[in-house]
């Protein structure tokens, strides 16, 4: 593994290498700590595990729930013994946490009502989880069905769900404008090729598309070299820039909710 100054993890070893969209993801959950108290952390599909490694670093005491034994295997490799990793929840998580992270998986989850209903029971009172999802059903494209997605979600629609759910949102934003959404027709397209590629493979594809979401980076390890060159670094800061001063707006490819548990 390789820490990037500016990328944080990349595990050229394992074929994992940051995505554009994932760092733009990652600048804003990371800004959005900024000032809050460490804690105990739990993140939901933690897939590659970079991010734990960070908060880790950050004093954060993690651990992660992954269902996926590819996206482990890599995660394990990233954070050796410094976070407990498990494949199945554990019966003694209710009332447990400070944080719930859970980033890129409701829209996995057929009753997302329910499983937001379990992640706040394992949660403590007055805890904090912090989710995205992607934004906007007209958006859908190839990139869902490889991805596994169910939805995409509307703003007011994800309000009402967390709020029903017995949270208090405390901050709600889109991220992502422009430069996800400049190159979300291109990821379709590349990923519609991947989808013919699967489906001639694959018997069950949602679930195969499930176990990759997150970790399969081919696409991604062809841009990386550039992301990494100092114009690629020069255009992921200059993004970074232009999505927090639109995160107000409605604009971005995805939505980032940070609610406290009202229990």
Known sequence: ?????????????????????????????????????????????????????????????????????????????????????????????????????????????????AALAVWRSWLKPGGMMFISVPAHASKWSASDVWAGHLRRYERSGLADLVVS??????????YGFPLANMLSSLRARVHARDLDARRQASHDERAYNNELSGIQRKAESTLYPFLNSLPGRILMYGACQLQDWSAGRDWGTGYLVLARNNG
């Open 1 to 113: 593994m390789e820490y990037h100054p500016s990328y944080g993890p990349v595990v050229p070893e394992k074929g994992w290498v940051p995505a554009p969209s994932f760092l733009l993801r990652r600048d804003r959950i990371l800004r959005r700590l900024d000032g809050l108290p460490t804690g105990h952390l739990l993140e939901i599909g933690c897939g590659a595990g970079t991010l734990l490694h960070e908060l880790n670093r950050r004093g954060f005491v993690c651990e992660a729930l992954e269902t996926s034994e590819t996206a482990l295997d890599i995660a394990r490799h990233v954070n050796a013994d410094d976070v407990v990793l498990h494949r199945f929840p554990q019966p003694h998580w209710t009332n447990r946490f400070d944080y719930l992270f859970a980033f890129e998986v409701l829209e996995h989850i057929e009753d997302d009502h």
């Open 165 to 174: 759910s017995g949270f208090v949102i405390e901050h709600f934003e889109s």
